[in-house]
């Protein structure tokens, strides 16, 4: 039986963050929302400020299982074809 011991820090791996764009003016954003109540709500909010500020062009939802739920293969490619950058959200 292997039993987790949340008293010892566990070993990290190197992680690089996605690159940064340097200007929001004109780029297309995707938003993935994980179904809880609000959460699309909120994400279409953040969506339309940004269109209002930086003329950011909302171009793809896609709607999570469940908030424990990965985001599929097929939404993944869809993102990364139509979008300059991703919000995720979490609702509540």
């Known amino acids: 039986?292997?039993?987790f011991d949340p008293t010892v820090?566990?070993?990290r791996e190197a992680f690089d963050y996605a690159p940064r764009p340097k200007?929001?003016?004109g780029l297309k954003v995707g938003l993935v929302e994980n179904t809880k109540f609000n959460s699309e709500k909120i994400l279409r909010k953040i969506a339309e400020r940004l269109d209002e500020r930086y003329k950011v062009k909302l171009v793809h939802v896609d709607h999570k299982k469940s908030s424990s739920h990965s985001v599929?293969?097929?939404a993944i490619a869809t993102l990364k074809a139509?979008?300059?950058f991703v919000i995720a959200g979490v609702g509540d």
Do not use: F, Q, T, W
Request: hydrophobic share 25%.
């Open 72 to 74: 599929n293969d097929d």
């Open 9 to 11: 820090s566990a070993e």
């Open 82 to 84: 139509s979008s300059d």
């Open 23 to 25: 200007d929001l003016k």
């Open 1 to 3: 039986m292997e039993i």
